[in-house]
């Protein structure tokens, strides 16, 4: 590492077609390093929509990706090219990288003259076994078309594990899934729950009879599911169980299942799409429960903002939620991944939960940006 006093510093993400939880650790580490470019396979400003503001004005720096036809659609299947894709980005003037990778190979790119600290969100779950974005299993052709292609993306994957100096993972589990696949160790670093500085200013603000009335009010409220529409995520449970129990429950996210999940859906599940942060945070404020019915998730950021803002999770019992929500006071756990048993622990939540939306919140603290930015920069001493 340059011991100059102005080191160059570059930021690496798999790619920018999407809003989620590894986006929102690039905007912290954009935040935390406003003067490193971003290098990146390619953007996809269209299919970002109105998210894509948030990195309009960046120093964004595209791969040779964007040099292969119809890149933006196959972006999929072309994985095949991403690694070449990284290696070929010239990043010899730097004397820190920090990659952020999930699905793509951005952690395979070289930096010869100083470090690279990789943030892994997770190994890619559709090289490894779990659950996807994707029904791409069920059908008989795209599922050996798909086995077929990972066998070799996997040891292109192993492979491109050996560039980072560093890994750095977002929770046990993840640093777990690094030593299993990649044979390598890691440091863990949660990822930074923005709005728990929000949180604690509102909280800041409360007299004690103001918080006996707000957790009274939240006690009556709504459940809400927070995520993208897709398979790995589950919004169906969410959705069935809540038709079924007849509770009210509001649903943010936008994805595939869409239409499917409004066609399952009774009067009392509301879908309000994706919507600005100003009003999520008021959803999250304002919800009885959080439902994650999400499987095998890496970290997952939206149970901590829930929780953030003093609202318990009901989570299935596995992933990242493991470590953030502790059961019969943060939130409860379900273990069968069905409708059935998520309802069943709707009904416990209801007749025996102890609500103290203020120690729920409390324990949100070590996720905070500040937290973050002072472990990441005492680990990479600049």
Known sequence: MSKNSFPKIALVHDYLREYGGAERVLEALHEIYPDAPVYTAFVDEKAMRVNWQRF?????????????PFYKKLFSPMRIFAKWAFEQLDLSEYDLVISSSNAYFAKAVRVPNGKHFCYCHTPPRVLYGYSAKSSWRANPITRFAGNFLNHFVRQMDFLASKNPDVFIANSLETAMRIKKFYKRESVVINPPIEVYDQAEGFFAKL????????????????YLYVNRLAMAKHPELAVQAATDLGVELKVVGSGAMLIGLQEMAGANVEFLGAVDDSVLAELYRDAKALLYPVEDEDFGMVPVEAMAFGTPVIAHASGGPKETVVDGKTGLFFQELSAENLSKAIEDFEKNFVYEPLKIHQSTKKYSLATFREKLQKLVQI
């Open 56 to 68: 309009a004005n960046w120093d964004i720096r595209q791969s040779k990706m964007t040099e292969l």
């Open 207 to 222: 007299s004690e009879e103001e918080l006996k009335d707000f957790t009274q009010k939240k006690k009556n409220s709504y």
